[in-house]
């Protein structure tokens, strides 16, 4: 497809929300796609800390309070990689956020399942509206 570089979500896309530490298998996935020569940059709506710990672990730059659905993050983490719109994925856990965003910005954009855990009040409400869409996108099907 044409994909060079790979926008990851932090909160419950790599590691649950409200933990520090990525689970082993998910590291070394992670670890492995760098090697491969995929550019890799968080793009999160949390704070500096959090994404901060993550770029330094896996040498990597990082968008903190990016504003998903904004489209400025995705903008700044794009430049940080230098890849084009075409050439890039977003990953995320949220339709609302991180799929609106990409969407919003044009670049590929995949929605995977939340890892289990607590999750941020805002995040709960969306949960809702996303059963919603999922509801309706997969009827569709
Ligand atoms: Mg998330």
């Known amino acids: 497809m044409g994909i060079k570089a790979i926008l990851f979500d932090i909160d419950n896309t790599l590691i649950p929300w409200g933990l520090k530490h990525m689970d082993p298998a998910i590291e070394a996935w992670l670890r492995d796609l760098c090697q491969q020569g995929f550019k890799v940059c968080f793009v999160s709506n949390n704070t500096e800390s959090r994404v901060s710990a993550l770029c330094c672990s896996f040498q990597v730059p990082g968008v903190h309070k990016a504003a998903k659905p904004s489209r ?59 059963k919603w869409v999922l509801r309706r996108l997969n009827r569709q099907q």
Do not use: C, S, W
Not at 93 to 119: C, H, M, S
């Open 72 to 130: 400025r993050g995705l903008r700044q983490a794009l430049r940080a990689v230098e890849a084009g719109i075409h050439e890039t994925a977003m990953v995320g856990d949220q339709i609302f956020t991180d799929v609106l965003a990409g969407n919003r910005l044009g670049v590929y954009t995949i929605l995977v399942t939340p890892l289990e855990g607590k999750e941020f009040i805002g995040t709960r409400i969306n949960r809702k509206l996303e």
